[in-house]
């Protein structure tokens, strides 16, 4: 006669139950997050060589540095003619003097790039915006080309993936005689599940902190958590500014589609309007305001690398001189400038700098620069680095997953038998649903589906052993 003995599963042994439970929502987050990391990564890759080896308006054109140069009116109007029936937009005055000038003109429905030698002046090439490589990148990386819904998407996976990096961080922690000094360095020695495992724990502490920031910085655009809480409550306030006429557009009509041309914090701040006596003294009286007054009165106050001309787009409309490193104009975040003038009087109506914004302005504007790669070829460097790093962590955690899944089944780590919420799990899961309200939808979701599921699905059982 055999006797039957209940004997729990090795992992529930060696395991606590907050252990568990923290293994199985890693697992559960990660299983939506994976596929947009690596999303997130690939197209990132794509930005940062349209930020470093391109521009994000395109190929860079050379020109033959020195000889004559035509007025920026004459340049605007060659690129204008190249578009049959096009409108002015916006002017990009590079730094260099073998560079040529990039105007977005408007027409047959959409936005063009054209790029102008200045000697002659003459069209050297045009594209449709929407098809250079940076705006397609950008448009999947914020919203999957599907627009809103895509946006909620990725949204929701930068929240759990803020779950990621908390749960892996508990996970990584040494414990059961595991050193310090074996957490921190992988042994690449080993073979099998083991040597991802010890790969996807090493680098997944050595990328938290960046990925985090990245996330953050990234969740700061997002259409719910970006742009109805932090960013309506971190706005430039206009009432700053000395009593001048507002539009009813904001500066986010300067943006171009899918980019953000137009620093975070001032987006959703309402645009002077021209026609008034208001302003600062700007354009000498008597001096026409058009290209070239408003090009040299930027270049006489500061503007001594590449900025940009945003033109007038109805009688209100304002001449806008702007240069920021979001844009990679400057490769310094605290030299951000936006100026605008009267399309009449050549005044200025604002002037904004990087030390008027707020706090989260100011956090933004650095860390969107760092985020695009725009400060220079150690910002490009890391970069690369970072998003080979995520596509590598990533692909570990499928390795993994695929080594130990059971045959026919999802997989997900088992809770311990009997097995109870811990306190801890529910503070932090209701901490990221106040924190980022359209995750929390999502965490309680998974949460309701996980208690319904039947105990053999998910708790590790007992196995008769006997003769």
């Known amino acids: 006669m055999s006797t039957a003995i209940v004997v729990p599963e090795p992992n529930a042994l060696t395991s606590t139950r907050l252990y568990r439970a923290v293994w199985r929502w890693h697992f559960y987050a990660g299983l939506y997050v994976i596929p947009f990391l690596l999303m997130l990564a690939c197209t990132g890759l794509v930005m940062v060589y349209g930020n470093s080896i391109e521009t994000f308006l395109g190929a860079k054109h050379y020109v033959a540095p020195g000889g004559e ?67 397609w990148a950008d448009n999947i990386h914020g919203t999957l080309l599907l627009g809103d819904i895509g946006d909620r998407l990725i949204e929701v996976a930068a929240g759990l993936g803020i779950v990621l ?27 099998g599940r083991a040597f991802w495992k010890d790969l996807h724990v090493s680098l997944g502490f050595y990328i938290s902190v960046v990925l985090f920031f990245f996330l953050l910085s990234g969740l700061s655009w997002t259409g719910i958590w970006g742009t109805k809480i932090m960013q309506a409550w971190s706005t430039f306030p206009s009432a700053k500014w000395d009593n001048v006429p507002l539009s009813d557009k904001t500066h986010a009509s300067m943006n171009h589609g899918a980019l953000k ?34 090009a040299a009165y930027a270049r006489a106050n500061g503007f001594t690398e590449q900025f940009r001309i945003n033109v007038p787009q109805d009688e209100g409309g ?24 009267d399309r009449y009087t050549g005044k ?16 933004m504007a650095v860390g ?19 998003c080979l790093s995520v596509m590598i962590l990533a692909l570990s955690g499928v390795v993994m997953w695929w080594k130990r899944r059971p045959t026919g089944r999802v997989g997900a780590p088992l809770y311990p038998r009997n097995h109870r919420t811990p306190a801890a799990i529910v503070v932090i899961a209701l901490a990221i649903s106040v924190l980022f309200p359209l995750t ?26 006997g003769a």
Do not use: C
């Open 69 to 135: 140069r035509a007025s920026y009116e004459a340049q605007s109007q060659a690129a204008v003619a190249a578009i049959p029936g096009g409108t002015l937009k916006l002017m990009v005055v590079p730094k260099e003097d073998g560079r040529a000038t990039v105007f977005i003109v408007s027409g047959n429905g959409k936005d063009n790039v054209v790029a102008v030698d200045p000697d002659g002046p003459k069209a050297l090439d045009v594209i449709v915006k929407d098809d250079t490589w940076f705006y």
């Open 368 to 386: 969107i620069a760092l985020h695009e790669a725009t400060l220079g070829w150690w910002n490009t460097a890391l970069n690369v680095l970072f």
């Open 348 to 363: 200025v109506l604002a002037d904004v700098r990087f030390a008027d914004y707020g706090l989260a302005g100011k956090a």
């Open 318 to 341: 304002v001449y806008t001189i702007s240069a920021d490193s979001m844009d990679a104009d400057t490769h310094n975040p605290f030299g951000d400038r936006t100026i605008h003038i």
């Open 261 to 294: 041309e137009v620093p975070w914090t001032l987006e959703q701040t309402p645009m002077p309007m021209s026609g008034s006596d208001a302003g600062a003294a700007g354009l000498a009286m008597g001096t026409a305001v058009d290209l070239d007054s408003v």
């Open 165 to 191: 990096i908390l749960t892996g961080f508990y996970m990584w922690w040494p414990r059961n005689g595991r050193s310090l000094g074996r957490a921190l360095l992988p042994n690449l020695g080993i073979g």
């Open 440 to 465: 929390g939808v999502v965490i309680v979701a998974f949460a309701i589906i996980d208690f319904l599921l039947p105990k053999s699905w998910k708790e590790a059982g007992a196995q008769p052993v």
